[in-house]
């Protein structure tokens, strides 16, 4: 269904107007099909946020072609209803000036789903494990958890079949971020929907995953399925498994 084509991708070296360029991503290749959870895994500043941001279509790929069921995910039209995506940062990620009903019907009438627009919202914020109580509160009213539980409604509310998280369980405190992974494992069930989940922690993944991709210095490692983790050949890969070991 996403098919990701030897892409590559560099940035300006020493600001914008630079000829230098470096080289974040060099001749990336992997598919991704149907409500799989598929984990991206690799140290900070391996590629992964920058390869998130190209699978949404918010950049393009120097080389290389990204295709959503034979089309190109830059198209707007490609990615609206089909891919949204959850960041580590939930705190801006919701207008501060925004309630939370707000915040939650704005991607629903984008959809032109007015009609069962306010119907739609008690039962999204039941399902993020919130209540109706919360459709008048602001941002700065809302725990860590539950803004990242607010931002997940509002990415699922238009019944996406793939969901990108990025980094979106980080920030939280050990226990809130079982709790949200915990919901997305009962979401991925209620919806039908997919997963590409972006993190440093391999442990995380291993959780919530089908398969991991391990990245280093913008490269693909290795892919693994996770009943197969405890095998993988790269010494890359084996170190950041020992982190789950010990
Ligand atoms: N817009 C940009 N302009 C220039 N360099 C960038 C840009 N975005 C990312 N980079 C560089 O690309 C490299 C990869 O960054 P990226 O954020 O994708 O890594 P990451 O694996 O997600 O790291 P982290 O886990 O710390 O978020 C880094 O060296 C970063 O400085």
């Not at 490609?78 to 939370?100: C, E, H, K, L, M």
Request: glycine share 8%.
């Amino acid at each position: 269904m996403f098919t990701i084509d030897h892409i590559s991708k560099s940035y300006p070296k020493g600001g914008l107007f630079s000829k230098e360029r470096k080289r974040v991503l060099t001749d990336i290749s992997f598919d991704w099909g149907p409500g799989e959870c598929l984990g991206i895994i690799g140290e900070s500043g391996s590629g992964k946020s920058t390869l998130g941001r190209l699978l949404l279509g918010i950049e393009k790929p120097d080389h290389g072609s990204i295709i959503w069921e034979g089309k190109r995910i830059d198209h707007r039209r490609t990615r609206f209803g089909n891919i949204s995506a959850v960041f580590q940062d939930y705190t801006s990620s919701i207008n501060p000036f925004y309630t939370v009903e707000k915040a939650l019907l704005e991607p629903l009438k984008l959809q032109n789903n007015n009609r069962d627009s306010y119907g739609k919202l008690d039962r999204l914020l039941t399902q993020v494990g919130l209540d109706a109580s919360y459709r008048q509160k602001f941002p700065h009213e809302l725990s860590g958890g539950e803004a990242q539980r607010v931002c997940i409604a509002r990415a699922i509310s238009t019944e996406p079949r793939c969901l990108l998280l990025d980094e979106a369980v980080s920030s939280l405190d050990g226990s809130v971020q079982m709790q949200i992974l915990d919901l997305l494992k009962q979401l991925r069930t209620i919806y039908n929907m997919g997963y590409i989940f972006i993190t440093h922690d391999i442990q995380a993944a291993a959780y919530l995953c089908d398969r991991v991709m391990m990245m280093r210095n913008g490269q693909i490692e290795e892919i693994v399925q996770i009943e197969q983790l405890k095998d993988v050949q790269s010494p890359y890969a084996r170190k950041l498994l020992q982190m789950i070991i010990t």
